[in-house]
């Protein structure tokens, strides 16, 4: 079965404009996850979606942003670009959510690198 | 702040065991542990996961300590698709921190 998709892969933007991010999750999956990856500070949690509920959200300043529709897909949007958020994003998704999901597996897709010049 | 300590790096010859050192001093009881890779330009994948018993799978071995303090992953032959960084992880609830993780270097 086809696994988490997201797009786009690669993007470049200026400081001060806005992003948005999409992701398809595995089908019948209805858990989304975000992740920032950057070099220095590695991979960090952003948020979790479930049932187009968000579940749980890491310690980013409200710039960033997320949804997720009915259909399990899920959008995070980054308002106000600046330099510190080139970095590469990463959707999971899995069944169900994590507070019950402790012994679960968490599927990733590829990510969106962003560049914000 | 990441609950586990892994070393930065470590080097292996191809069709060798590996084995991957995972610290969890600060485990809680309810702390699953899991394992995850993330090969060049792809995002991390599942490797594997337990509780408290040892655990194989077709991928590697999990063996954790009797107190859960520490924990070690096994990739029985390694290969040169291998190499990666390789993240040990604790979750608990929703919890799940990727730390620094372990450059995995494989030598053929």
């Known amino acids: 079965k086809a696994g988490v998709t997201q797009t786009p892969r690669y993007l470049i933007k200026t400081r001060g404009q806005q992003v948005t991010l999409s992701c398809s999750p595995i089908?019948?999956?209805?858990?989304v996850s975000w992740y920032q990856q950057t070099p220095g500070q590695g991979l960090q949690f952003l948020f979790e979606?479930?049932?187009?509920?968000?579940?749980n959200k890491g310690n980013f300043p409200g710039r960033f942003s997320g949804r997720q529709f009915s259909n399990s897909r899920s959008e995070m949007n980054v308002s106000t670009l600046e330099l510190g958020d080139s970095a590469l994003y990463l959707c999971?998704?899995?069944?169900?959510?994590?507070?019950?999901?402790?012994?679960?597996?968490?599927?990733f897709g590829e990510g969106s690198r962003l560049t914000v010049l | 702040d990441a609950k586990t300590t892994q070393p930065n790096s470590m080097e292996s010859n191809e069709e060798e065991p590996v084995h991957l050192p995972c610290n969890h001093s600060?485990?809680?009881?309810?702390?699953?542990i899991h394992w995850y890779r993330q090969l060049p330009s792809q995002g991390p994948e599942y490797v594997i996961h337990?509780?408290?018993s040892n655990v194989n799978n077709r991928m590697a071995s999990l063996a954790i300590a009797e107190d859960r303090k520490s924990s070690t992953l096994i990739l029985h032959h390694a290969t040169l698709r291998d190499a990666a960084v390789y993240y040990c992880?604790?979750?608990?609830?929703?919890?799940?921190?990727f730390g620094a993780g372990t450059r995995l270097t494989v030598k053929p």
């Open positions: 999971a998704s899995s069944l169900l959510y994590r507070e019950i999901l402790n012994a679960g597996e968490l599927f």
């Open positions: 089908s019948g999956h209805r858990s």
């Open positions: 979606y479930f049932s187009e509920t968000q579940r």
């Open positions: 600060t485990i809680s009881g309810t702390d699953y």
């Open positions: 337990g509780l408290t």
């Open positions: 992880i604790l979750t608990e609830n929703n919890d799940m921190r």
